[in-house]
Each structure stands twice: as C-alpha cells, then as structure tokens.
C-alpha cells in the first residue's frame, strides 16, 4: 500500500509544478490548446498511479513532454499572430444594436437559450441593450452596452473622485503578513495600537485586519 501511495503523492506533487509552469489562467479561460495539454496531463499520469507495474518515469517523462510543448506552442503563439489563430481562432461577433447574428450563431452552434444565459450572467437581462457582443477565444462572452443602458462612471458624470489606496490583508486568522504592513508603509508599533484599540491582545485574538497606507482599517476579532 505505501507503494502506490508515494507513487501518487510524487504525481500529484509534480502536476502541481507542472501546471504552475503554463500559467495562471483559470479553465474557463484556457485556450484549446491548452485545455487539451491539461487533459492530456491528467490522463497520462492516471496510468502509473493505478499501475505500479509501469515505472515511475513512464508518467514523468510524457508530463515534461507535454508541457515542453505548451510552453514552446505559447512562446510561437506570443510572437506569430497566423500561427496564434491557427490555434485559438478568433473572436465572433454575435450582437449588434440588439440583434443576433444568426449566421455566426450557426457556426458557433450557439443556441438563443445560451446566448440569453451568458447575457444574464453579465447582467444583461434585455438583448435590446447589447451594443456588440462577442464570443472570445476561450469561449467566453464579452458585452458592450448600448450607452444609455451603461452603469455610470465618475468620467461620464465628470467627477474627479480622490484615488483610494487598496487594502492589505495585514492579519489573516492570527497570522502576522509583515509584507503587507510593509506594503501601506506602517510600522509594528502602528499595528500593536489598532490591535489594542480593537481588543486584540495579540495576534491570535485576530481573525483578520486589513489596512491601508492612509490607516484606514477593516478589524474582525476571532470568535471563541
């Protein structure tokens, strides 16, 4: 038993690398290609966890393979536009002004009940408010709205809003992230004053504590 388990906890270890090394896209937004390397993945190191007759490095080495491939197939894809295409296609306009274009549709084989299901997950629930809409590369939806049903902005309202610093998670479940302190540019002795003025004696009496460089603070203490 010990066997097929350090077998499986060695695959399991070196996937994780090696799927570190593609990227950071989520697989709602992999390209085909890289869709097709990570199944690829999956189903080739599935082999030498079931079989301990087949040697480790029968699984390790097709794994290197595959994600050798992906990773010369993006650097191509990064500098050769035709070859880029080839591989991921391009976006298709399906909405214009409010109507479908059925033919793209067709090709697509998008049926009406998808198209309205991505509208409503954008918050699109009237097909008469879309300006243009397009499915990506990755397959996703990306909608632009005609301008009066647009969400308004400070620029269309011609506000000049004060910028706002981000907040840094400082504490997080009676962890201390200095990084983060070091981040909003505030000292441990800052940090020991927001602690106390919350009834934080220290930093396990804290679930989390974000801040940011002007000292605004966010504070929630760990319930017992």
């Known amino acids: 038993m010990?066997?097929?388990?350090?077998?499986?906890?060695i695959l399991y270890i070196f996937i994780i690398v090696a799927i570190r090394l593609m990227g950071k896209r989520q697989v709602g937004e992999m390209q085909p290609a890289e869709l097709?390397?990570?199944?690829?993945?999956?189903?080739?190191?599935?082999v030498p966890m079931q079989d301990i007759d087949i040697p480790l490095a029968h699984g390790v080495?097709?794994?290197?393979?595959?994600?050798?491939?992906?990773?010369?197939i993006s650097a191509i894809s990064l500098h050769n536009l035709p070859f880029r295409r080839l591989l991921s296609g391009k976006p298709v306009i399906i909405i214009e002004h409010g109507k479908l274009n059925q033919k793209a549709l067709r090709q697509l084989r998008l049926s009406i009940d998808?198209?309205?299901?991505?509208?409503?997950?954008?918050?699109?629930?009237?097909?008469?408010?879309?300006?243009l809409a397009?499915?990506?590369?990755?397959?996703?939806?990306?909608?632009?709205?005609?301008a009066p049903a647009q969400t308004a902005t400070a620029k269309m309202l011609s506000?000049?809003?004060?910028?706002?610093?981000?907040?840094?998670?400082?504490?997080?479940?009676?962890r201390f992230l200095p990084e983060n302190l070091s981040a909003i540019g505030k000292s441990r002795k800052w940090l020991d004053s927001v602690m106390a003025a919350n009834g934080a004696r220290q930093f396990s009496d804290v679930f989390f504590l974000c801040a940011d460089k002007n000292g605004n603070t966010i504070f929630a203490k760990k319930e017992v």
Request: proline letters at 6%; glycine letters at 4%; charged letters at 20%.
């Open 36 to 46: 097709v390397i990570t199944i690829l993945v999956s189903a080739v190191a599935s």
């Open 61 to 72: 080495v097709p794994i290197l393979t595959l994600i050798g491939a992906e990773v010369i």
């Open 134 to 146: 397009q499915i990506e590369t990755n397959g996703q939806i990306s909608v632009l709205l005609e």
């Open 159 to 174: 506000l000049s809003p004060t910028p706002q610093d981000p907040f840094h998670l400082v504490v997080s479940d009676g």
């Open 2 to 9: 010990l066997v097929p388990f350090l077998r499986t906890l």
């Open 114 to 131: 998808d198209v309205l299901e991505d509208l409503r997950l954008k918050d699109v629930f009237d097909l008469r408010d879309v300006r």
